[in-house]
């Protein structure tokens, strides 16, 4: 029988570091669960993936930066099509209260385009 978890459970009282925990992964997708608590990319850190990413701000809020300097804010239910080798960070994440992400990392023509 299936089992059942939750997004918001399983969060951690301290959180030094980004909780990454994998929820899903076949051959070409791979579904995170993404905690952050103030967190954000290191100085000079920059995402390179070789796989498309899609993300969904479900809870706080969250600013991601682009190499081209342009950037986006999220709030909660925003969600963004991250292209492969479109290089970017994390800037900010909210420090008042956690920040829940659902990453979709897939690769293929799932897009259609």
């Avoid at 978890?5 to 399983?10: G, R, T, V």
């Avoid at 390179?48 to 991601?64: H, N």
């Amino acid at each position: 029988m299936p089992s059942v978890d939750n997004l918001f459970a399983h969060l951690p009282a301290e959180l030094p570091e980004e909780l990454v925990g994998e929820i899903l992964r076949t051959q070409n997708l791979r579904i995170e669960r993404i905690v952050s608590r103030g967190h954000a990319s290191p100085p000079g850190f920059w995402y390179d993936q070789e796989t498309d990413e899609w993300v969904l701000l479900v809870k706080g809020s969250a600013r991601i930066g682009f190499a081209d300097g342009s950037e986006v804010a999220l709030g909660e239910g925003d969600y963004l099509l991250i292209p492969r080798h479109v290089r970017h960070r994390v800037e900010r994440t909210a420090p008042e209260g956690e920040t829940i992400w659902l990453a979709v990392h897939f690769s293929g023509d799932e897009t259609g385009q």
